[in-house]
């Protein structure tokens, strides 16, 4: 299956390092300036935003709070450990350097080593993915659930045939709870987990795909409705299921 194709032009002279938009352009490629490791939140205006926002709430409540990520049960990461992984401009590997994934504010954080202070984050441009834990990351335009056009990073899969299917690994704050009684239960500030996935067809753009069967007896086109819905009879598969989903969509690949 041919995936969306964007096409970009960067220009960079030698071993310069040109500045523009607060971006670093680098032989070795194109990423996002430094964060300081020592913030609470780092540099990263999403996590800022989500301190400012519980701070006013607090306040409205007589409250005073200084929040930090230690205060929230969870990560924001898929995986907090860094690891090595390989950085890709247009599909050609080009720079081996240690990954995670920022799944609450949907980044690529990168660092050259290990024992680095310094943590960067890849930009967010279509030329650029990265794979790393057996996961690759594309920057592409989707439709999300509520049929809004979207920009954000994607992993593949199933691939390779007229069906792409896709899932989006997200991290949810959940705000906590003081228990107001001896019968309620208190619940701490919390990230949680959702995984969402999306649907690409030949050239087109993926779409949000709904865990249900009818929705996703939906996604297919309508000479292989007969085909699936066989399928769905025979297997059983629980679109629930990750498994499941992946091997209806290989399946599909093959009519």
Known sequence: MKRPYFIAVFVVFGFAVGVAQNKIIQPW??????????????NNPSME????DMRIKFGRLGEEVN???????????????????????????????YIRYDAYNDEVELKESLGSDVVRSMLKHP?????????????IMYTDEDGESQKGYLTPVVAGGYY???????KVFKEG???????????????????????SRTDEMPVFMKTKKSDVL????????????GYFKDKRPNVNDDDDLLNLFTYANTL
Do not use: M, W
Not at 29 to 42: H, K, M, S, W, Y
Not at 127 to 139: A, M, P
């Open 29 to 42: 490629g194109v990423i996002q300036t430094a964060r300081n490791p020592d913030q609470a939140f780092g």
């Open 49 to 52: 935003n989500l301190y400012n």
């Open 67 to 97: 929040l930090t990520l230690e205060d929230i049960d969870g990560t924001i990461y898929l995986n907090e450990n860094f690891t090595l992984g390989t950085l890709y401009d247009e599909g050609v590997a080009f720079k081996k350097l």
């Open 218 to 229: 939906s996604i297919f086109a309508e000479g292989d409705q007969k085909a699936i819905k």
């Open 177 to 199: 709870k003081e228990a107001r009684n001896s019968l309620e239960k208190s619940f701490p500030h919390r990230f949680l987990d959702r995984t969402e996935y999306y649907v």
């Open 164 to 170: 792409t299917l896709f899932v989006k690994h997200r």
């Open 127 to 139: 030329v650029y993915s990265c794979s790393v834990n057996g996961n690759e990351y594309h920057y």
